[in-house]
C-alpha cells in the first residue's frame, strides 16, 4: 500500500463542485499542476529575460501556494503571456501568425454574471470599432478548489436563433435548435414573426450552476447584408451574418489554473460564413436557394452545382464585408499567412504543432500551401479547449529536446510506483 506522503502527492486535485462545468474541467494531480506551474513560470521568466534568482523566487510563491491552497495568482504579465501562448499553441487555429498582437483585458476583479455580460459586450464594441477588427480577449475569474466561477453556457456571444417547424422544417441555424428552446424555457421571447437571424440571448451559469439569461442591446451587434454585384438575386434571400465571432465557450488554461471564463474575438475567414455557417446541412443549408438565385439548377445532373455555388457565396460574403469596411481574410491569404507562422516557429526553434482537419480551409483546399503541410497536435499548454474528455484531454507542457523537469521525472516515478499497487 502507498504511503501516506506518495497518496497525497499522486492524489486528484478535483475542483469542488457539481454540474457541467465542473464535468469539463482538467483533472490535474498535485504533482501535475506543479510541473505545469513551473513549465510557463519558466517561460515567462525567459520572454522577460528575468534573472536566475528572480525566477527562485516567483518560483517559490508559486509552489508555496499550490501546495497549500492548490491555487497561485498569476500577476498581469504572466496572464497576457498565458493568453496569447495558448493562441500560439492552440493547433486547430489557422490565424496564429499574429498570435502577439492579442489584446487581454485583466477583468478578474469582475465575477457576478450580470456585471460580466455588461463588462464582455464592452468588449464587444471595443473589438468591432470602425477600421480594423481587434483581436481580443476578456479573462474573468479562475477556477479554484474550492469554488467555481461564473461562465457562459452559449457557444458564442453572438448566435442566431433556430425554430423547429411544426411540419419538421427549420428556420435559422439548425444548429441552434435546442438553445432557442432553452432560451424560451427561461423566458425569452422570441420575436412575433420568426426570422432567420434573430439574435439569441446570451446564457450563463453563475457559482451555484444557476441559469440566466440576458439579451444583447439592440445596435450593439454589427451585421453585414450579404450580396453580390453580378448577381443581384442573391439579395432576395435576405442573407447576412454578424461582423465579429467572440468566443465564449473555451477554457484557457495556463501554467495549471484554467479559466472557463474567458472569451475572446479575432476575424472571419470568407469559407467560415459562406463554406460553412450558410451552406452545412447542419446550418443554414442554403447551397440549393443561392444556386437557383445564380441561375443553376440543382436537379439538372450537373454535380459541379456545388462547387460554383460555394465560390460565388464566398465570394459574395468576402466583398460584402469589405464593403461594410469589415476586417475579413479569404482562405489562400489565411493559408499563405499561417505558412508564414510555420516559418517563423521553425526559425525560433519551436515545433508545428497543428491540427490538419481544422487547419485546412474547407474550400479549394488542394489550391492551399498549408493542404501539403504534414502536422501534428502537441497538445502543448497554456492552451483553449472545452472539454477534458475531447479537446483538453493529454494538454501537458511540450519540451521538445529537453530533459524533463525534475517535477515530471518525480511524477514518471510515482506513476510506475502506483502501478504496482
Same mark, same amino acid.
Given at each position: &500500500?502507498?504511503?501516506?506522503?506518495?497518496?497525497?502527492?499522486?492524489?486528484?486535485?478535483?475542483?469542488?463542485?457539481?454540474?457541467?462545468?465542473?464535468?469539463?474541467?482538467?483533472?490535474?494531480?498535485?504533482?501535475?499542476?506543479?510541473?505545469?506551474?513551473?513549465?510557463?513560470?519558466?517561460?515567462? /521568466?525567459?520572454?522577460?529575460? &528575468?534573472?536566475?534568482?528572480?525566477?527562485?523566487?516567483?518560483?517559490?510563491?508559486?509552489?508555496?501556494?499550490?501546495?497549500?491552497?492548490?491555487?497561485?495568482?498569476?500577476?498581469?504579465?504572466?496572464?497576457?503571456?498565458? /493568453?496569447?501562448?495558448?493562441?500560439?499553441?492552440?493547433?486547430?487555429?489557422?490565424?496564429?501568425?499574429?498570435?502577439?498582437?492579442?489584446?487581454?483585458?485583466?477583468?478578474?476583479?469582475?465575477?457576478?454574471?450580470?456585471?460580466?455580460? /455588461?463588462?464582455?459586450?464592452?468588449?464587444?464594441?471595443?473589438?468591432?470599432?470602425?477600421?480594423?477588427?481587434?483581436?481580443?480577449?476578456?479573462?474573468?475569474?479562475?477556477?479554484?478548489?474550492?469554488?467555481?466561477?461564473?461562465?457562459?453556457?452559449?457557444?458564442?456571444?453572438?448566435?442566431?436563433?433556430?425554430?423547429?417547424?411544426?411540419?419538421?422544417?427549420?428556420?435559422?441555424?439548425?444548429?441552434?435548435?435546442?438553445?432557442?428552446?432553452?432560451?424560451?424555457?427561461?423566458?425569452?421571447?422570441?420575436?412575433?414573426?420568426?426570422?432567420?437571424?434573430?439574435?439569441?440571448?446570451?446564457?450563463?451559469?453563475?457559482?451555484?450552476?444557476?441559469?440566466?439569461?440576458?439579451?444583447?442591446?439592440?445596435?450593439?451587434?454589427?451585421?453585414?447584408?450579404?450580396?453580390?454585384?453580378?448577381?443581384?438575386?442573391?439579395?432576395?434571400?435576405?442573407?447576412?451574418?454578424?461582423?465579429?465571432?467572440?468566443?465564449?465557450?473555451?477554457?484557457?488554461?495556463?501554467?495549471?489554473?484554467?479559466?472557463?471564463?474567458?472569451?475572446?474575438?479575432?476575424?472571419? &475567414?470568407?469559407?467560415?460564413?459562406?463554406?460553412?455557417?450558410?451552406?452545412?446541412?447542419?446550418?443554414?443549408?442554403?447551397?440549393?436557394?443561392?444556386?437557383?438565385?445564380?441561375?443553376?439548377?440543382?436537379?439538372?445532373?450537373?454535380?459541379?452545382?456545388?462547387?460554383?455555388?460555394?465560390?460565388?457565396?464566398?465570394?459574395?460574403?468576402?466583398?460584402?464585408?469589405?464593403?461594410?469596411?469589415?476586417?475579413?481574410?479569404?482562405?489562400?491569404?489565411?493559408?499563405?499567412?499561417? &505558412?508564414?507562422?510555420?516559418?517563423?516557429?521553425?526559425?525560433?526553434?519551436?515545433?508545428?504543432?497543428?491540427?490538419?482537419?481544422?487547419?485546412?480551409?474547407?474550400?479549394?483546399?488542394?489550391?492551399?500551401?498549408?493542404?501539403?503541410? /504534414?502536422?501534428?497536435?502537441?497538445?502543448?499548454?497554456?492552451?483553449?479547449?472545452?472539454?477534458?474528455?475531447?479537446?483538453?484531454?493529454?494538454?501537458?507542457?511540450?519540451?521538445?529536446?529537453?530533459?524533463?523537469?525534475?517535477?515530471?521525472?518525480?511524477?514518471?516515478?510515482?506513476?510506475?510506483?502506483?502501478?504496482?499497487?
Amino acid at each position: &500500500m502507498l504511503s501516506w506522503w506518495k497518496r497525497r502527492a499522486v492524489a486528484r486535485d478535483h475542483v469542488r463542485g457539481a454540474g457541467a462545468l465542473a464535468n469539463r474541467l482538467r483533472r490535474l494531480s498535485l504533482l501535475e499542476r506543479l510541473d505545469e506551474a513551473y513549465a510557463f513560470i519558466e517561460l515567462h /521568466a525567459q520572454s522577460m529575460d &528575468m534573472g536566475k534568482s528572480a525566477l527562485r523566487q516567483r518560483w517559490g510563491e508559486v509552489s508555496r501556494d499550490l501546495i497549500r491552497f492548490g491555487h497561485y495568482d498569476h500577476t498581469m504579465e504572466e496572464l497576457a503571456f498565458g /493568453a496569447k501562448l495558448g493562441w500560439r499553441n492552440h493547433a486547430q487555429c489557422i490565424g496564429r501568425l499574429f498570435w502577439d498582437s492579442l489584446v487581454v483585458r485583466d477583468r478578474r476583479h469582475i465575477a457576478a454574471p450580470e456585471d460580466i455580460f /455588461a463588462d464582455l459586450c464592452e468588449h464587444l464594441a471595443l473589438a468591432q470599432a470602425p477600421g480594423r477588427v481587434r483581436s481580443m480577449i476578456s479573462i474573468y475569474p479562475p477556477a479554484r478548489r474550492d469554488r467555481l466561477p461564473t461562465y457562459f453556457e452559449s457557444r458564442q456571444l453572438v448566435q442566431y436563433a433556430g425554430y423547429l417547424d411544426p411540419g419538421g422544417g427549420v428556420t435559422g441555424d439548425r444548429r441552434s435548435i435546442e438553445v432557442t428552446r432553452t432560451a424560451r424555457a427561461l423566458g425569452w421571447r422570441a420575436p412575433a414573426a420568426s426570422g432567420h437571424f434573430d439574435i439569441l440571448p446570451v446564457l450563463m451559469r453563475d457559482p451555484d450552476d444557476q441559469r440566466h439569461f440576458f439579451e444583447i442591446p439592440e445596435g450593439l451587434v454589427q451585421e453585414v447584408a450579404i450580396t453580390h454585384r453580378d448577381f443581384p438575386e442573391l439579395t432576395d434571400l435576405g442573407l447576412r451574418w454578424y461582423a465579429v465571432p467572440v468566443v465564449t465557450d473555451m477554457i484557457l488554461s495556463i501554467g495549471g489554473i484554467d479559466y472557463p471564463c474567458a472569451p475572446f474575438n479575432g476575424f472571419y &475567414m470568407c469559407t467560415e460564413i459562406g463554406s460553412r455557417n450558410l451552406a452545412d446541412r447542419g446550418r443554414y443549408d442554403l447551397l440549393p436557394k443561392v444556386a437557383r438565385r445564380l441561375g443553376l439548377d440543382p436537379d439538372a445532373g450537373d454535380v459541379l452545382w456545388r462547387d460554383t455555388t460555394l465560390t460565388e457565396l464566398n465570394h459574395a460574403v468576402m466583398t460584402s464585408f469589405r464593403a461594410a469596411g469589415v476586417t475579413i481574410v479569404d482562405h489562400h491569404t489565411a493559408s499563405d499567412q499561417f &505558412m508564414q507562422f510555420v516559418a517563423r516557429e521553425g526559425a525560433a526553434g519551436r515545433p508545428l504543432s497543428a491540427d490538419w482537419t481544422w487547419v485546412v480551409p474547407p474550400q479549394a483546399s488542394g489550391a492551399c500551401e498549408v493542404f501539403h503541410l /504534414a502536422t501534428k497536435d502537441l497538445k502543448a499548454v497554456p492552451n483553449y479547449y472545452r472539454n477534458r474528455s475531447i479537446d483538453g484531454q493529454g494538454l501537458k507542457p511540450h519540451r521538445e529536446g529537453t530533459a524533463r523537469s525534475p517535477i515530471r521525472r518525480a511524477l514518471a516515478r510515482f506513476r510506475r510506483r502506483s502501478d504496482h499497487f
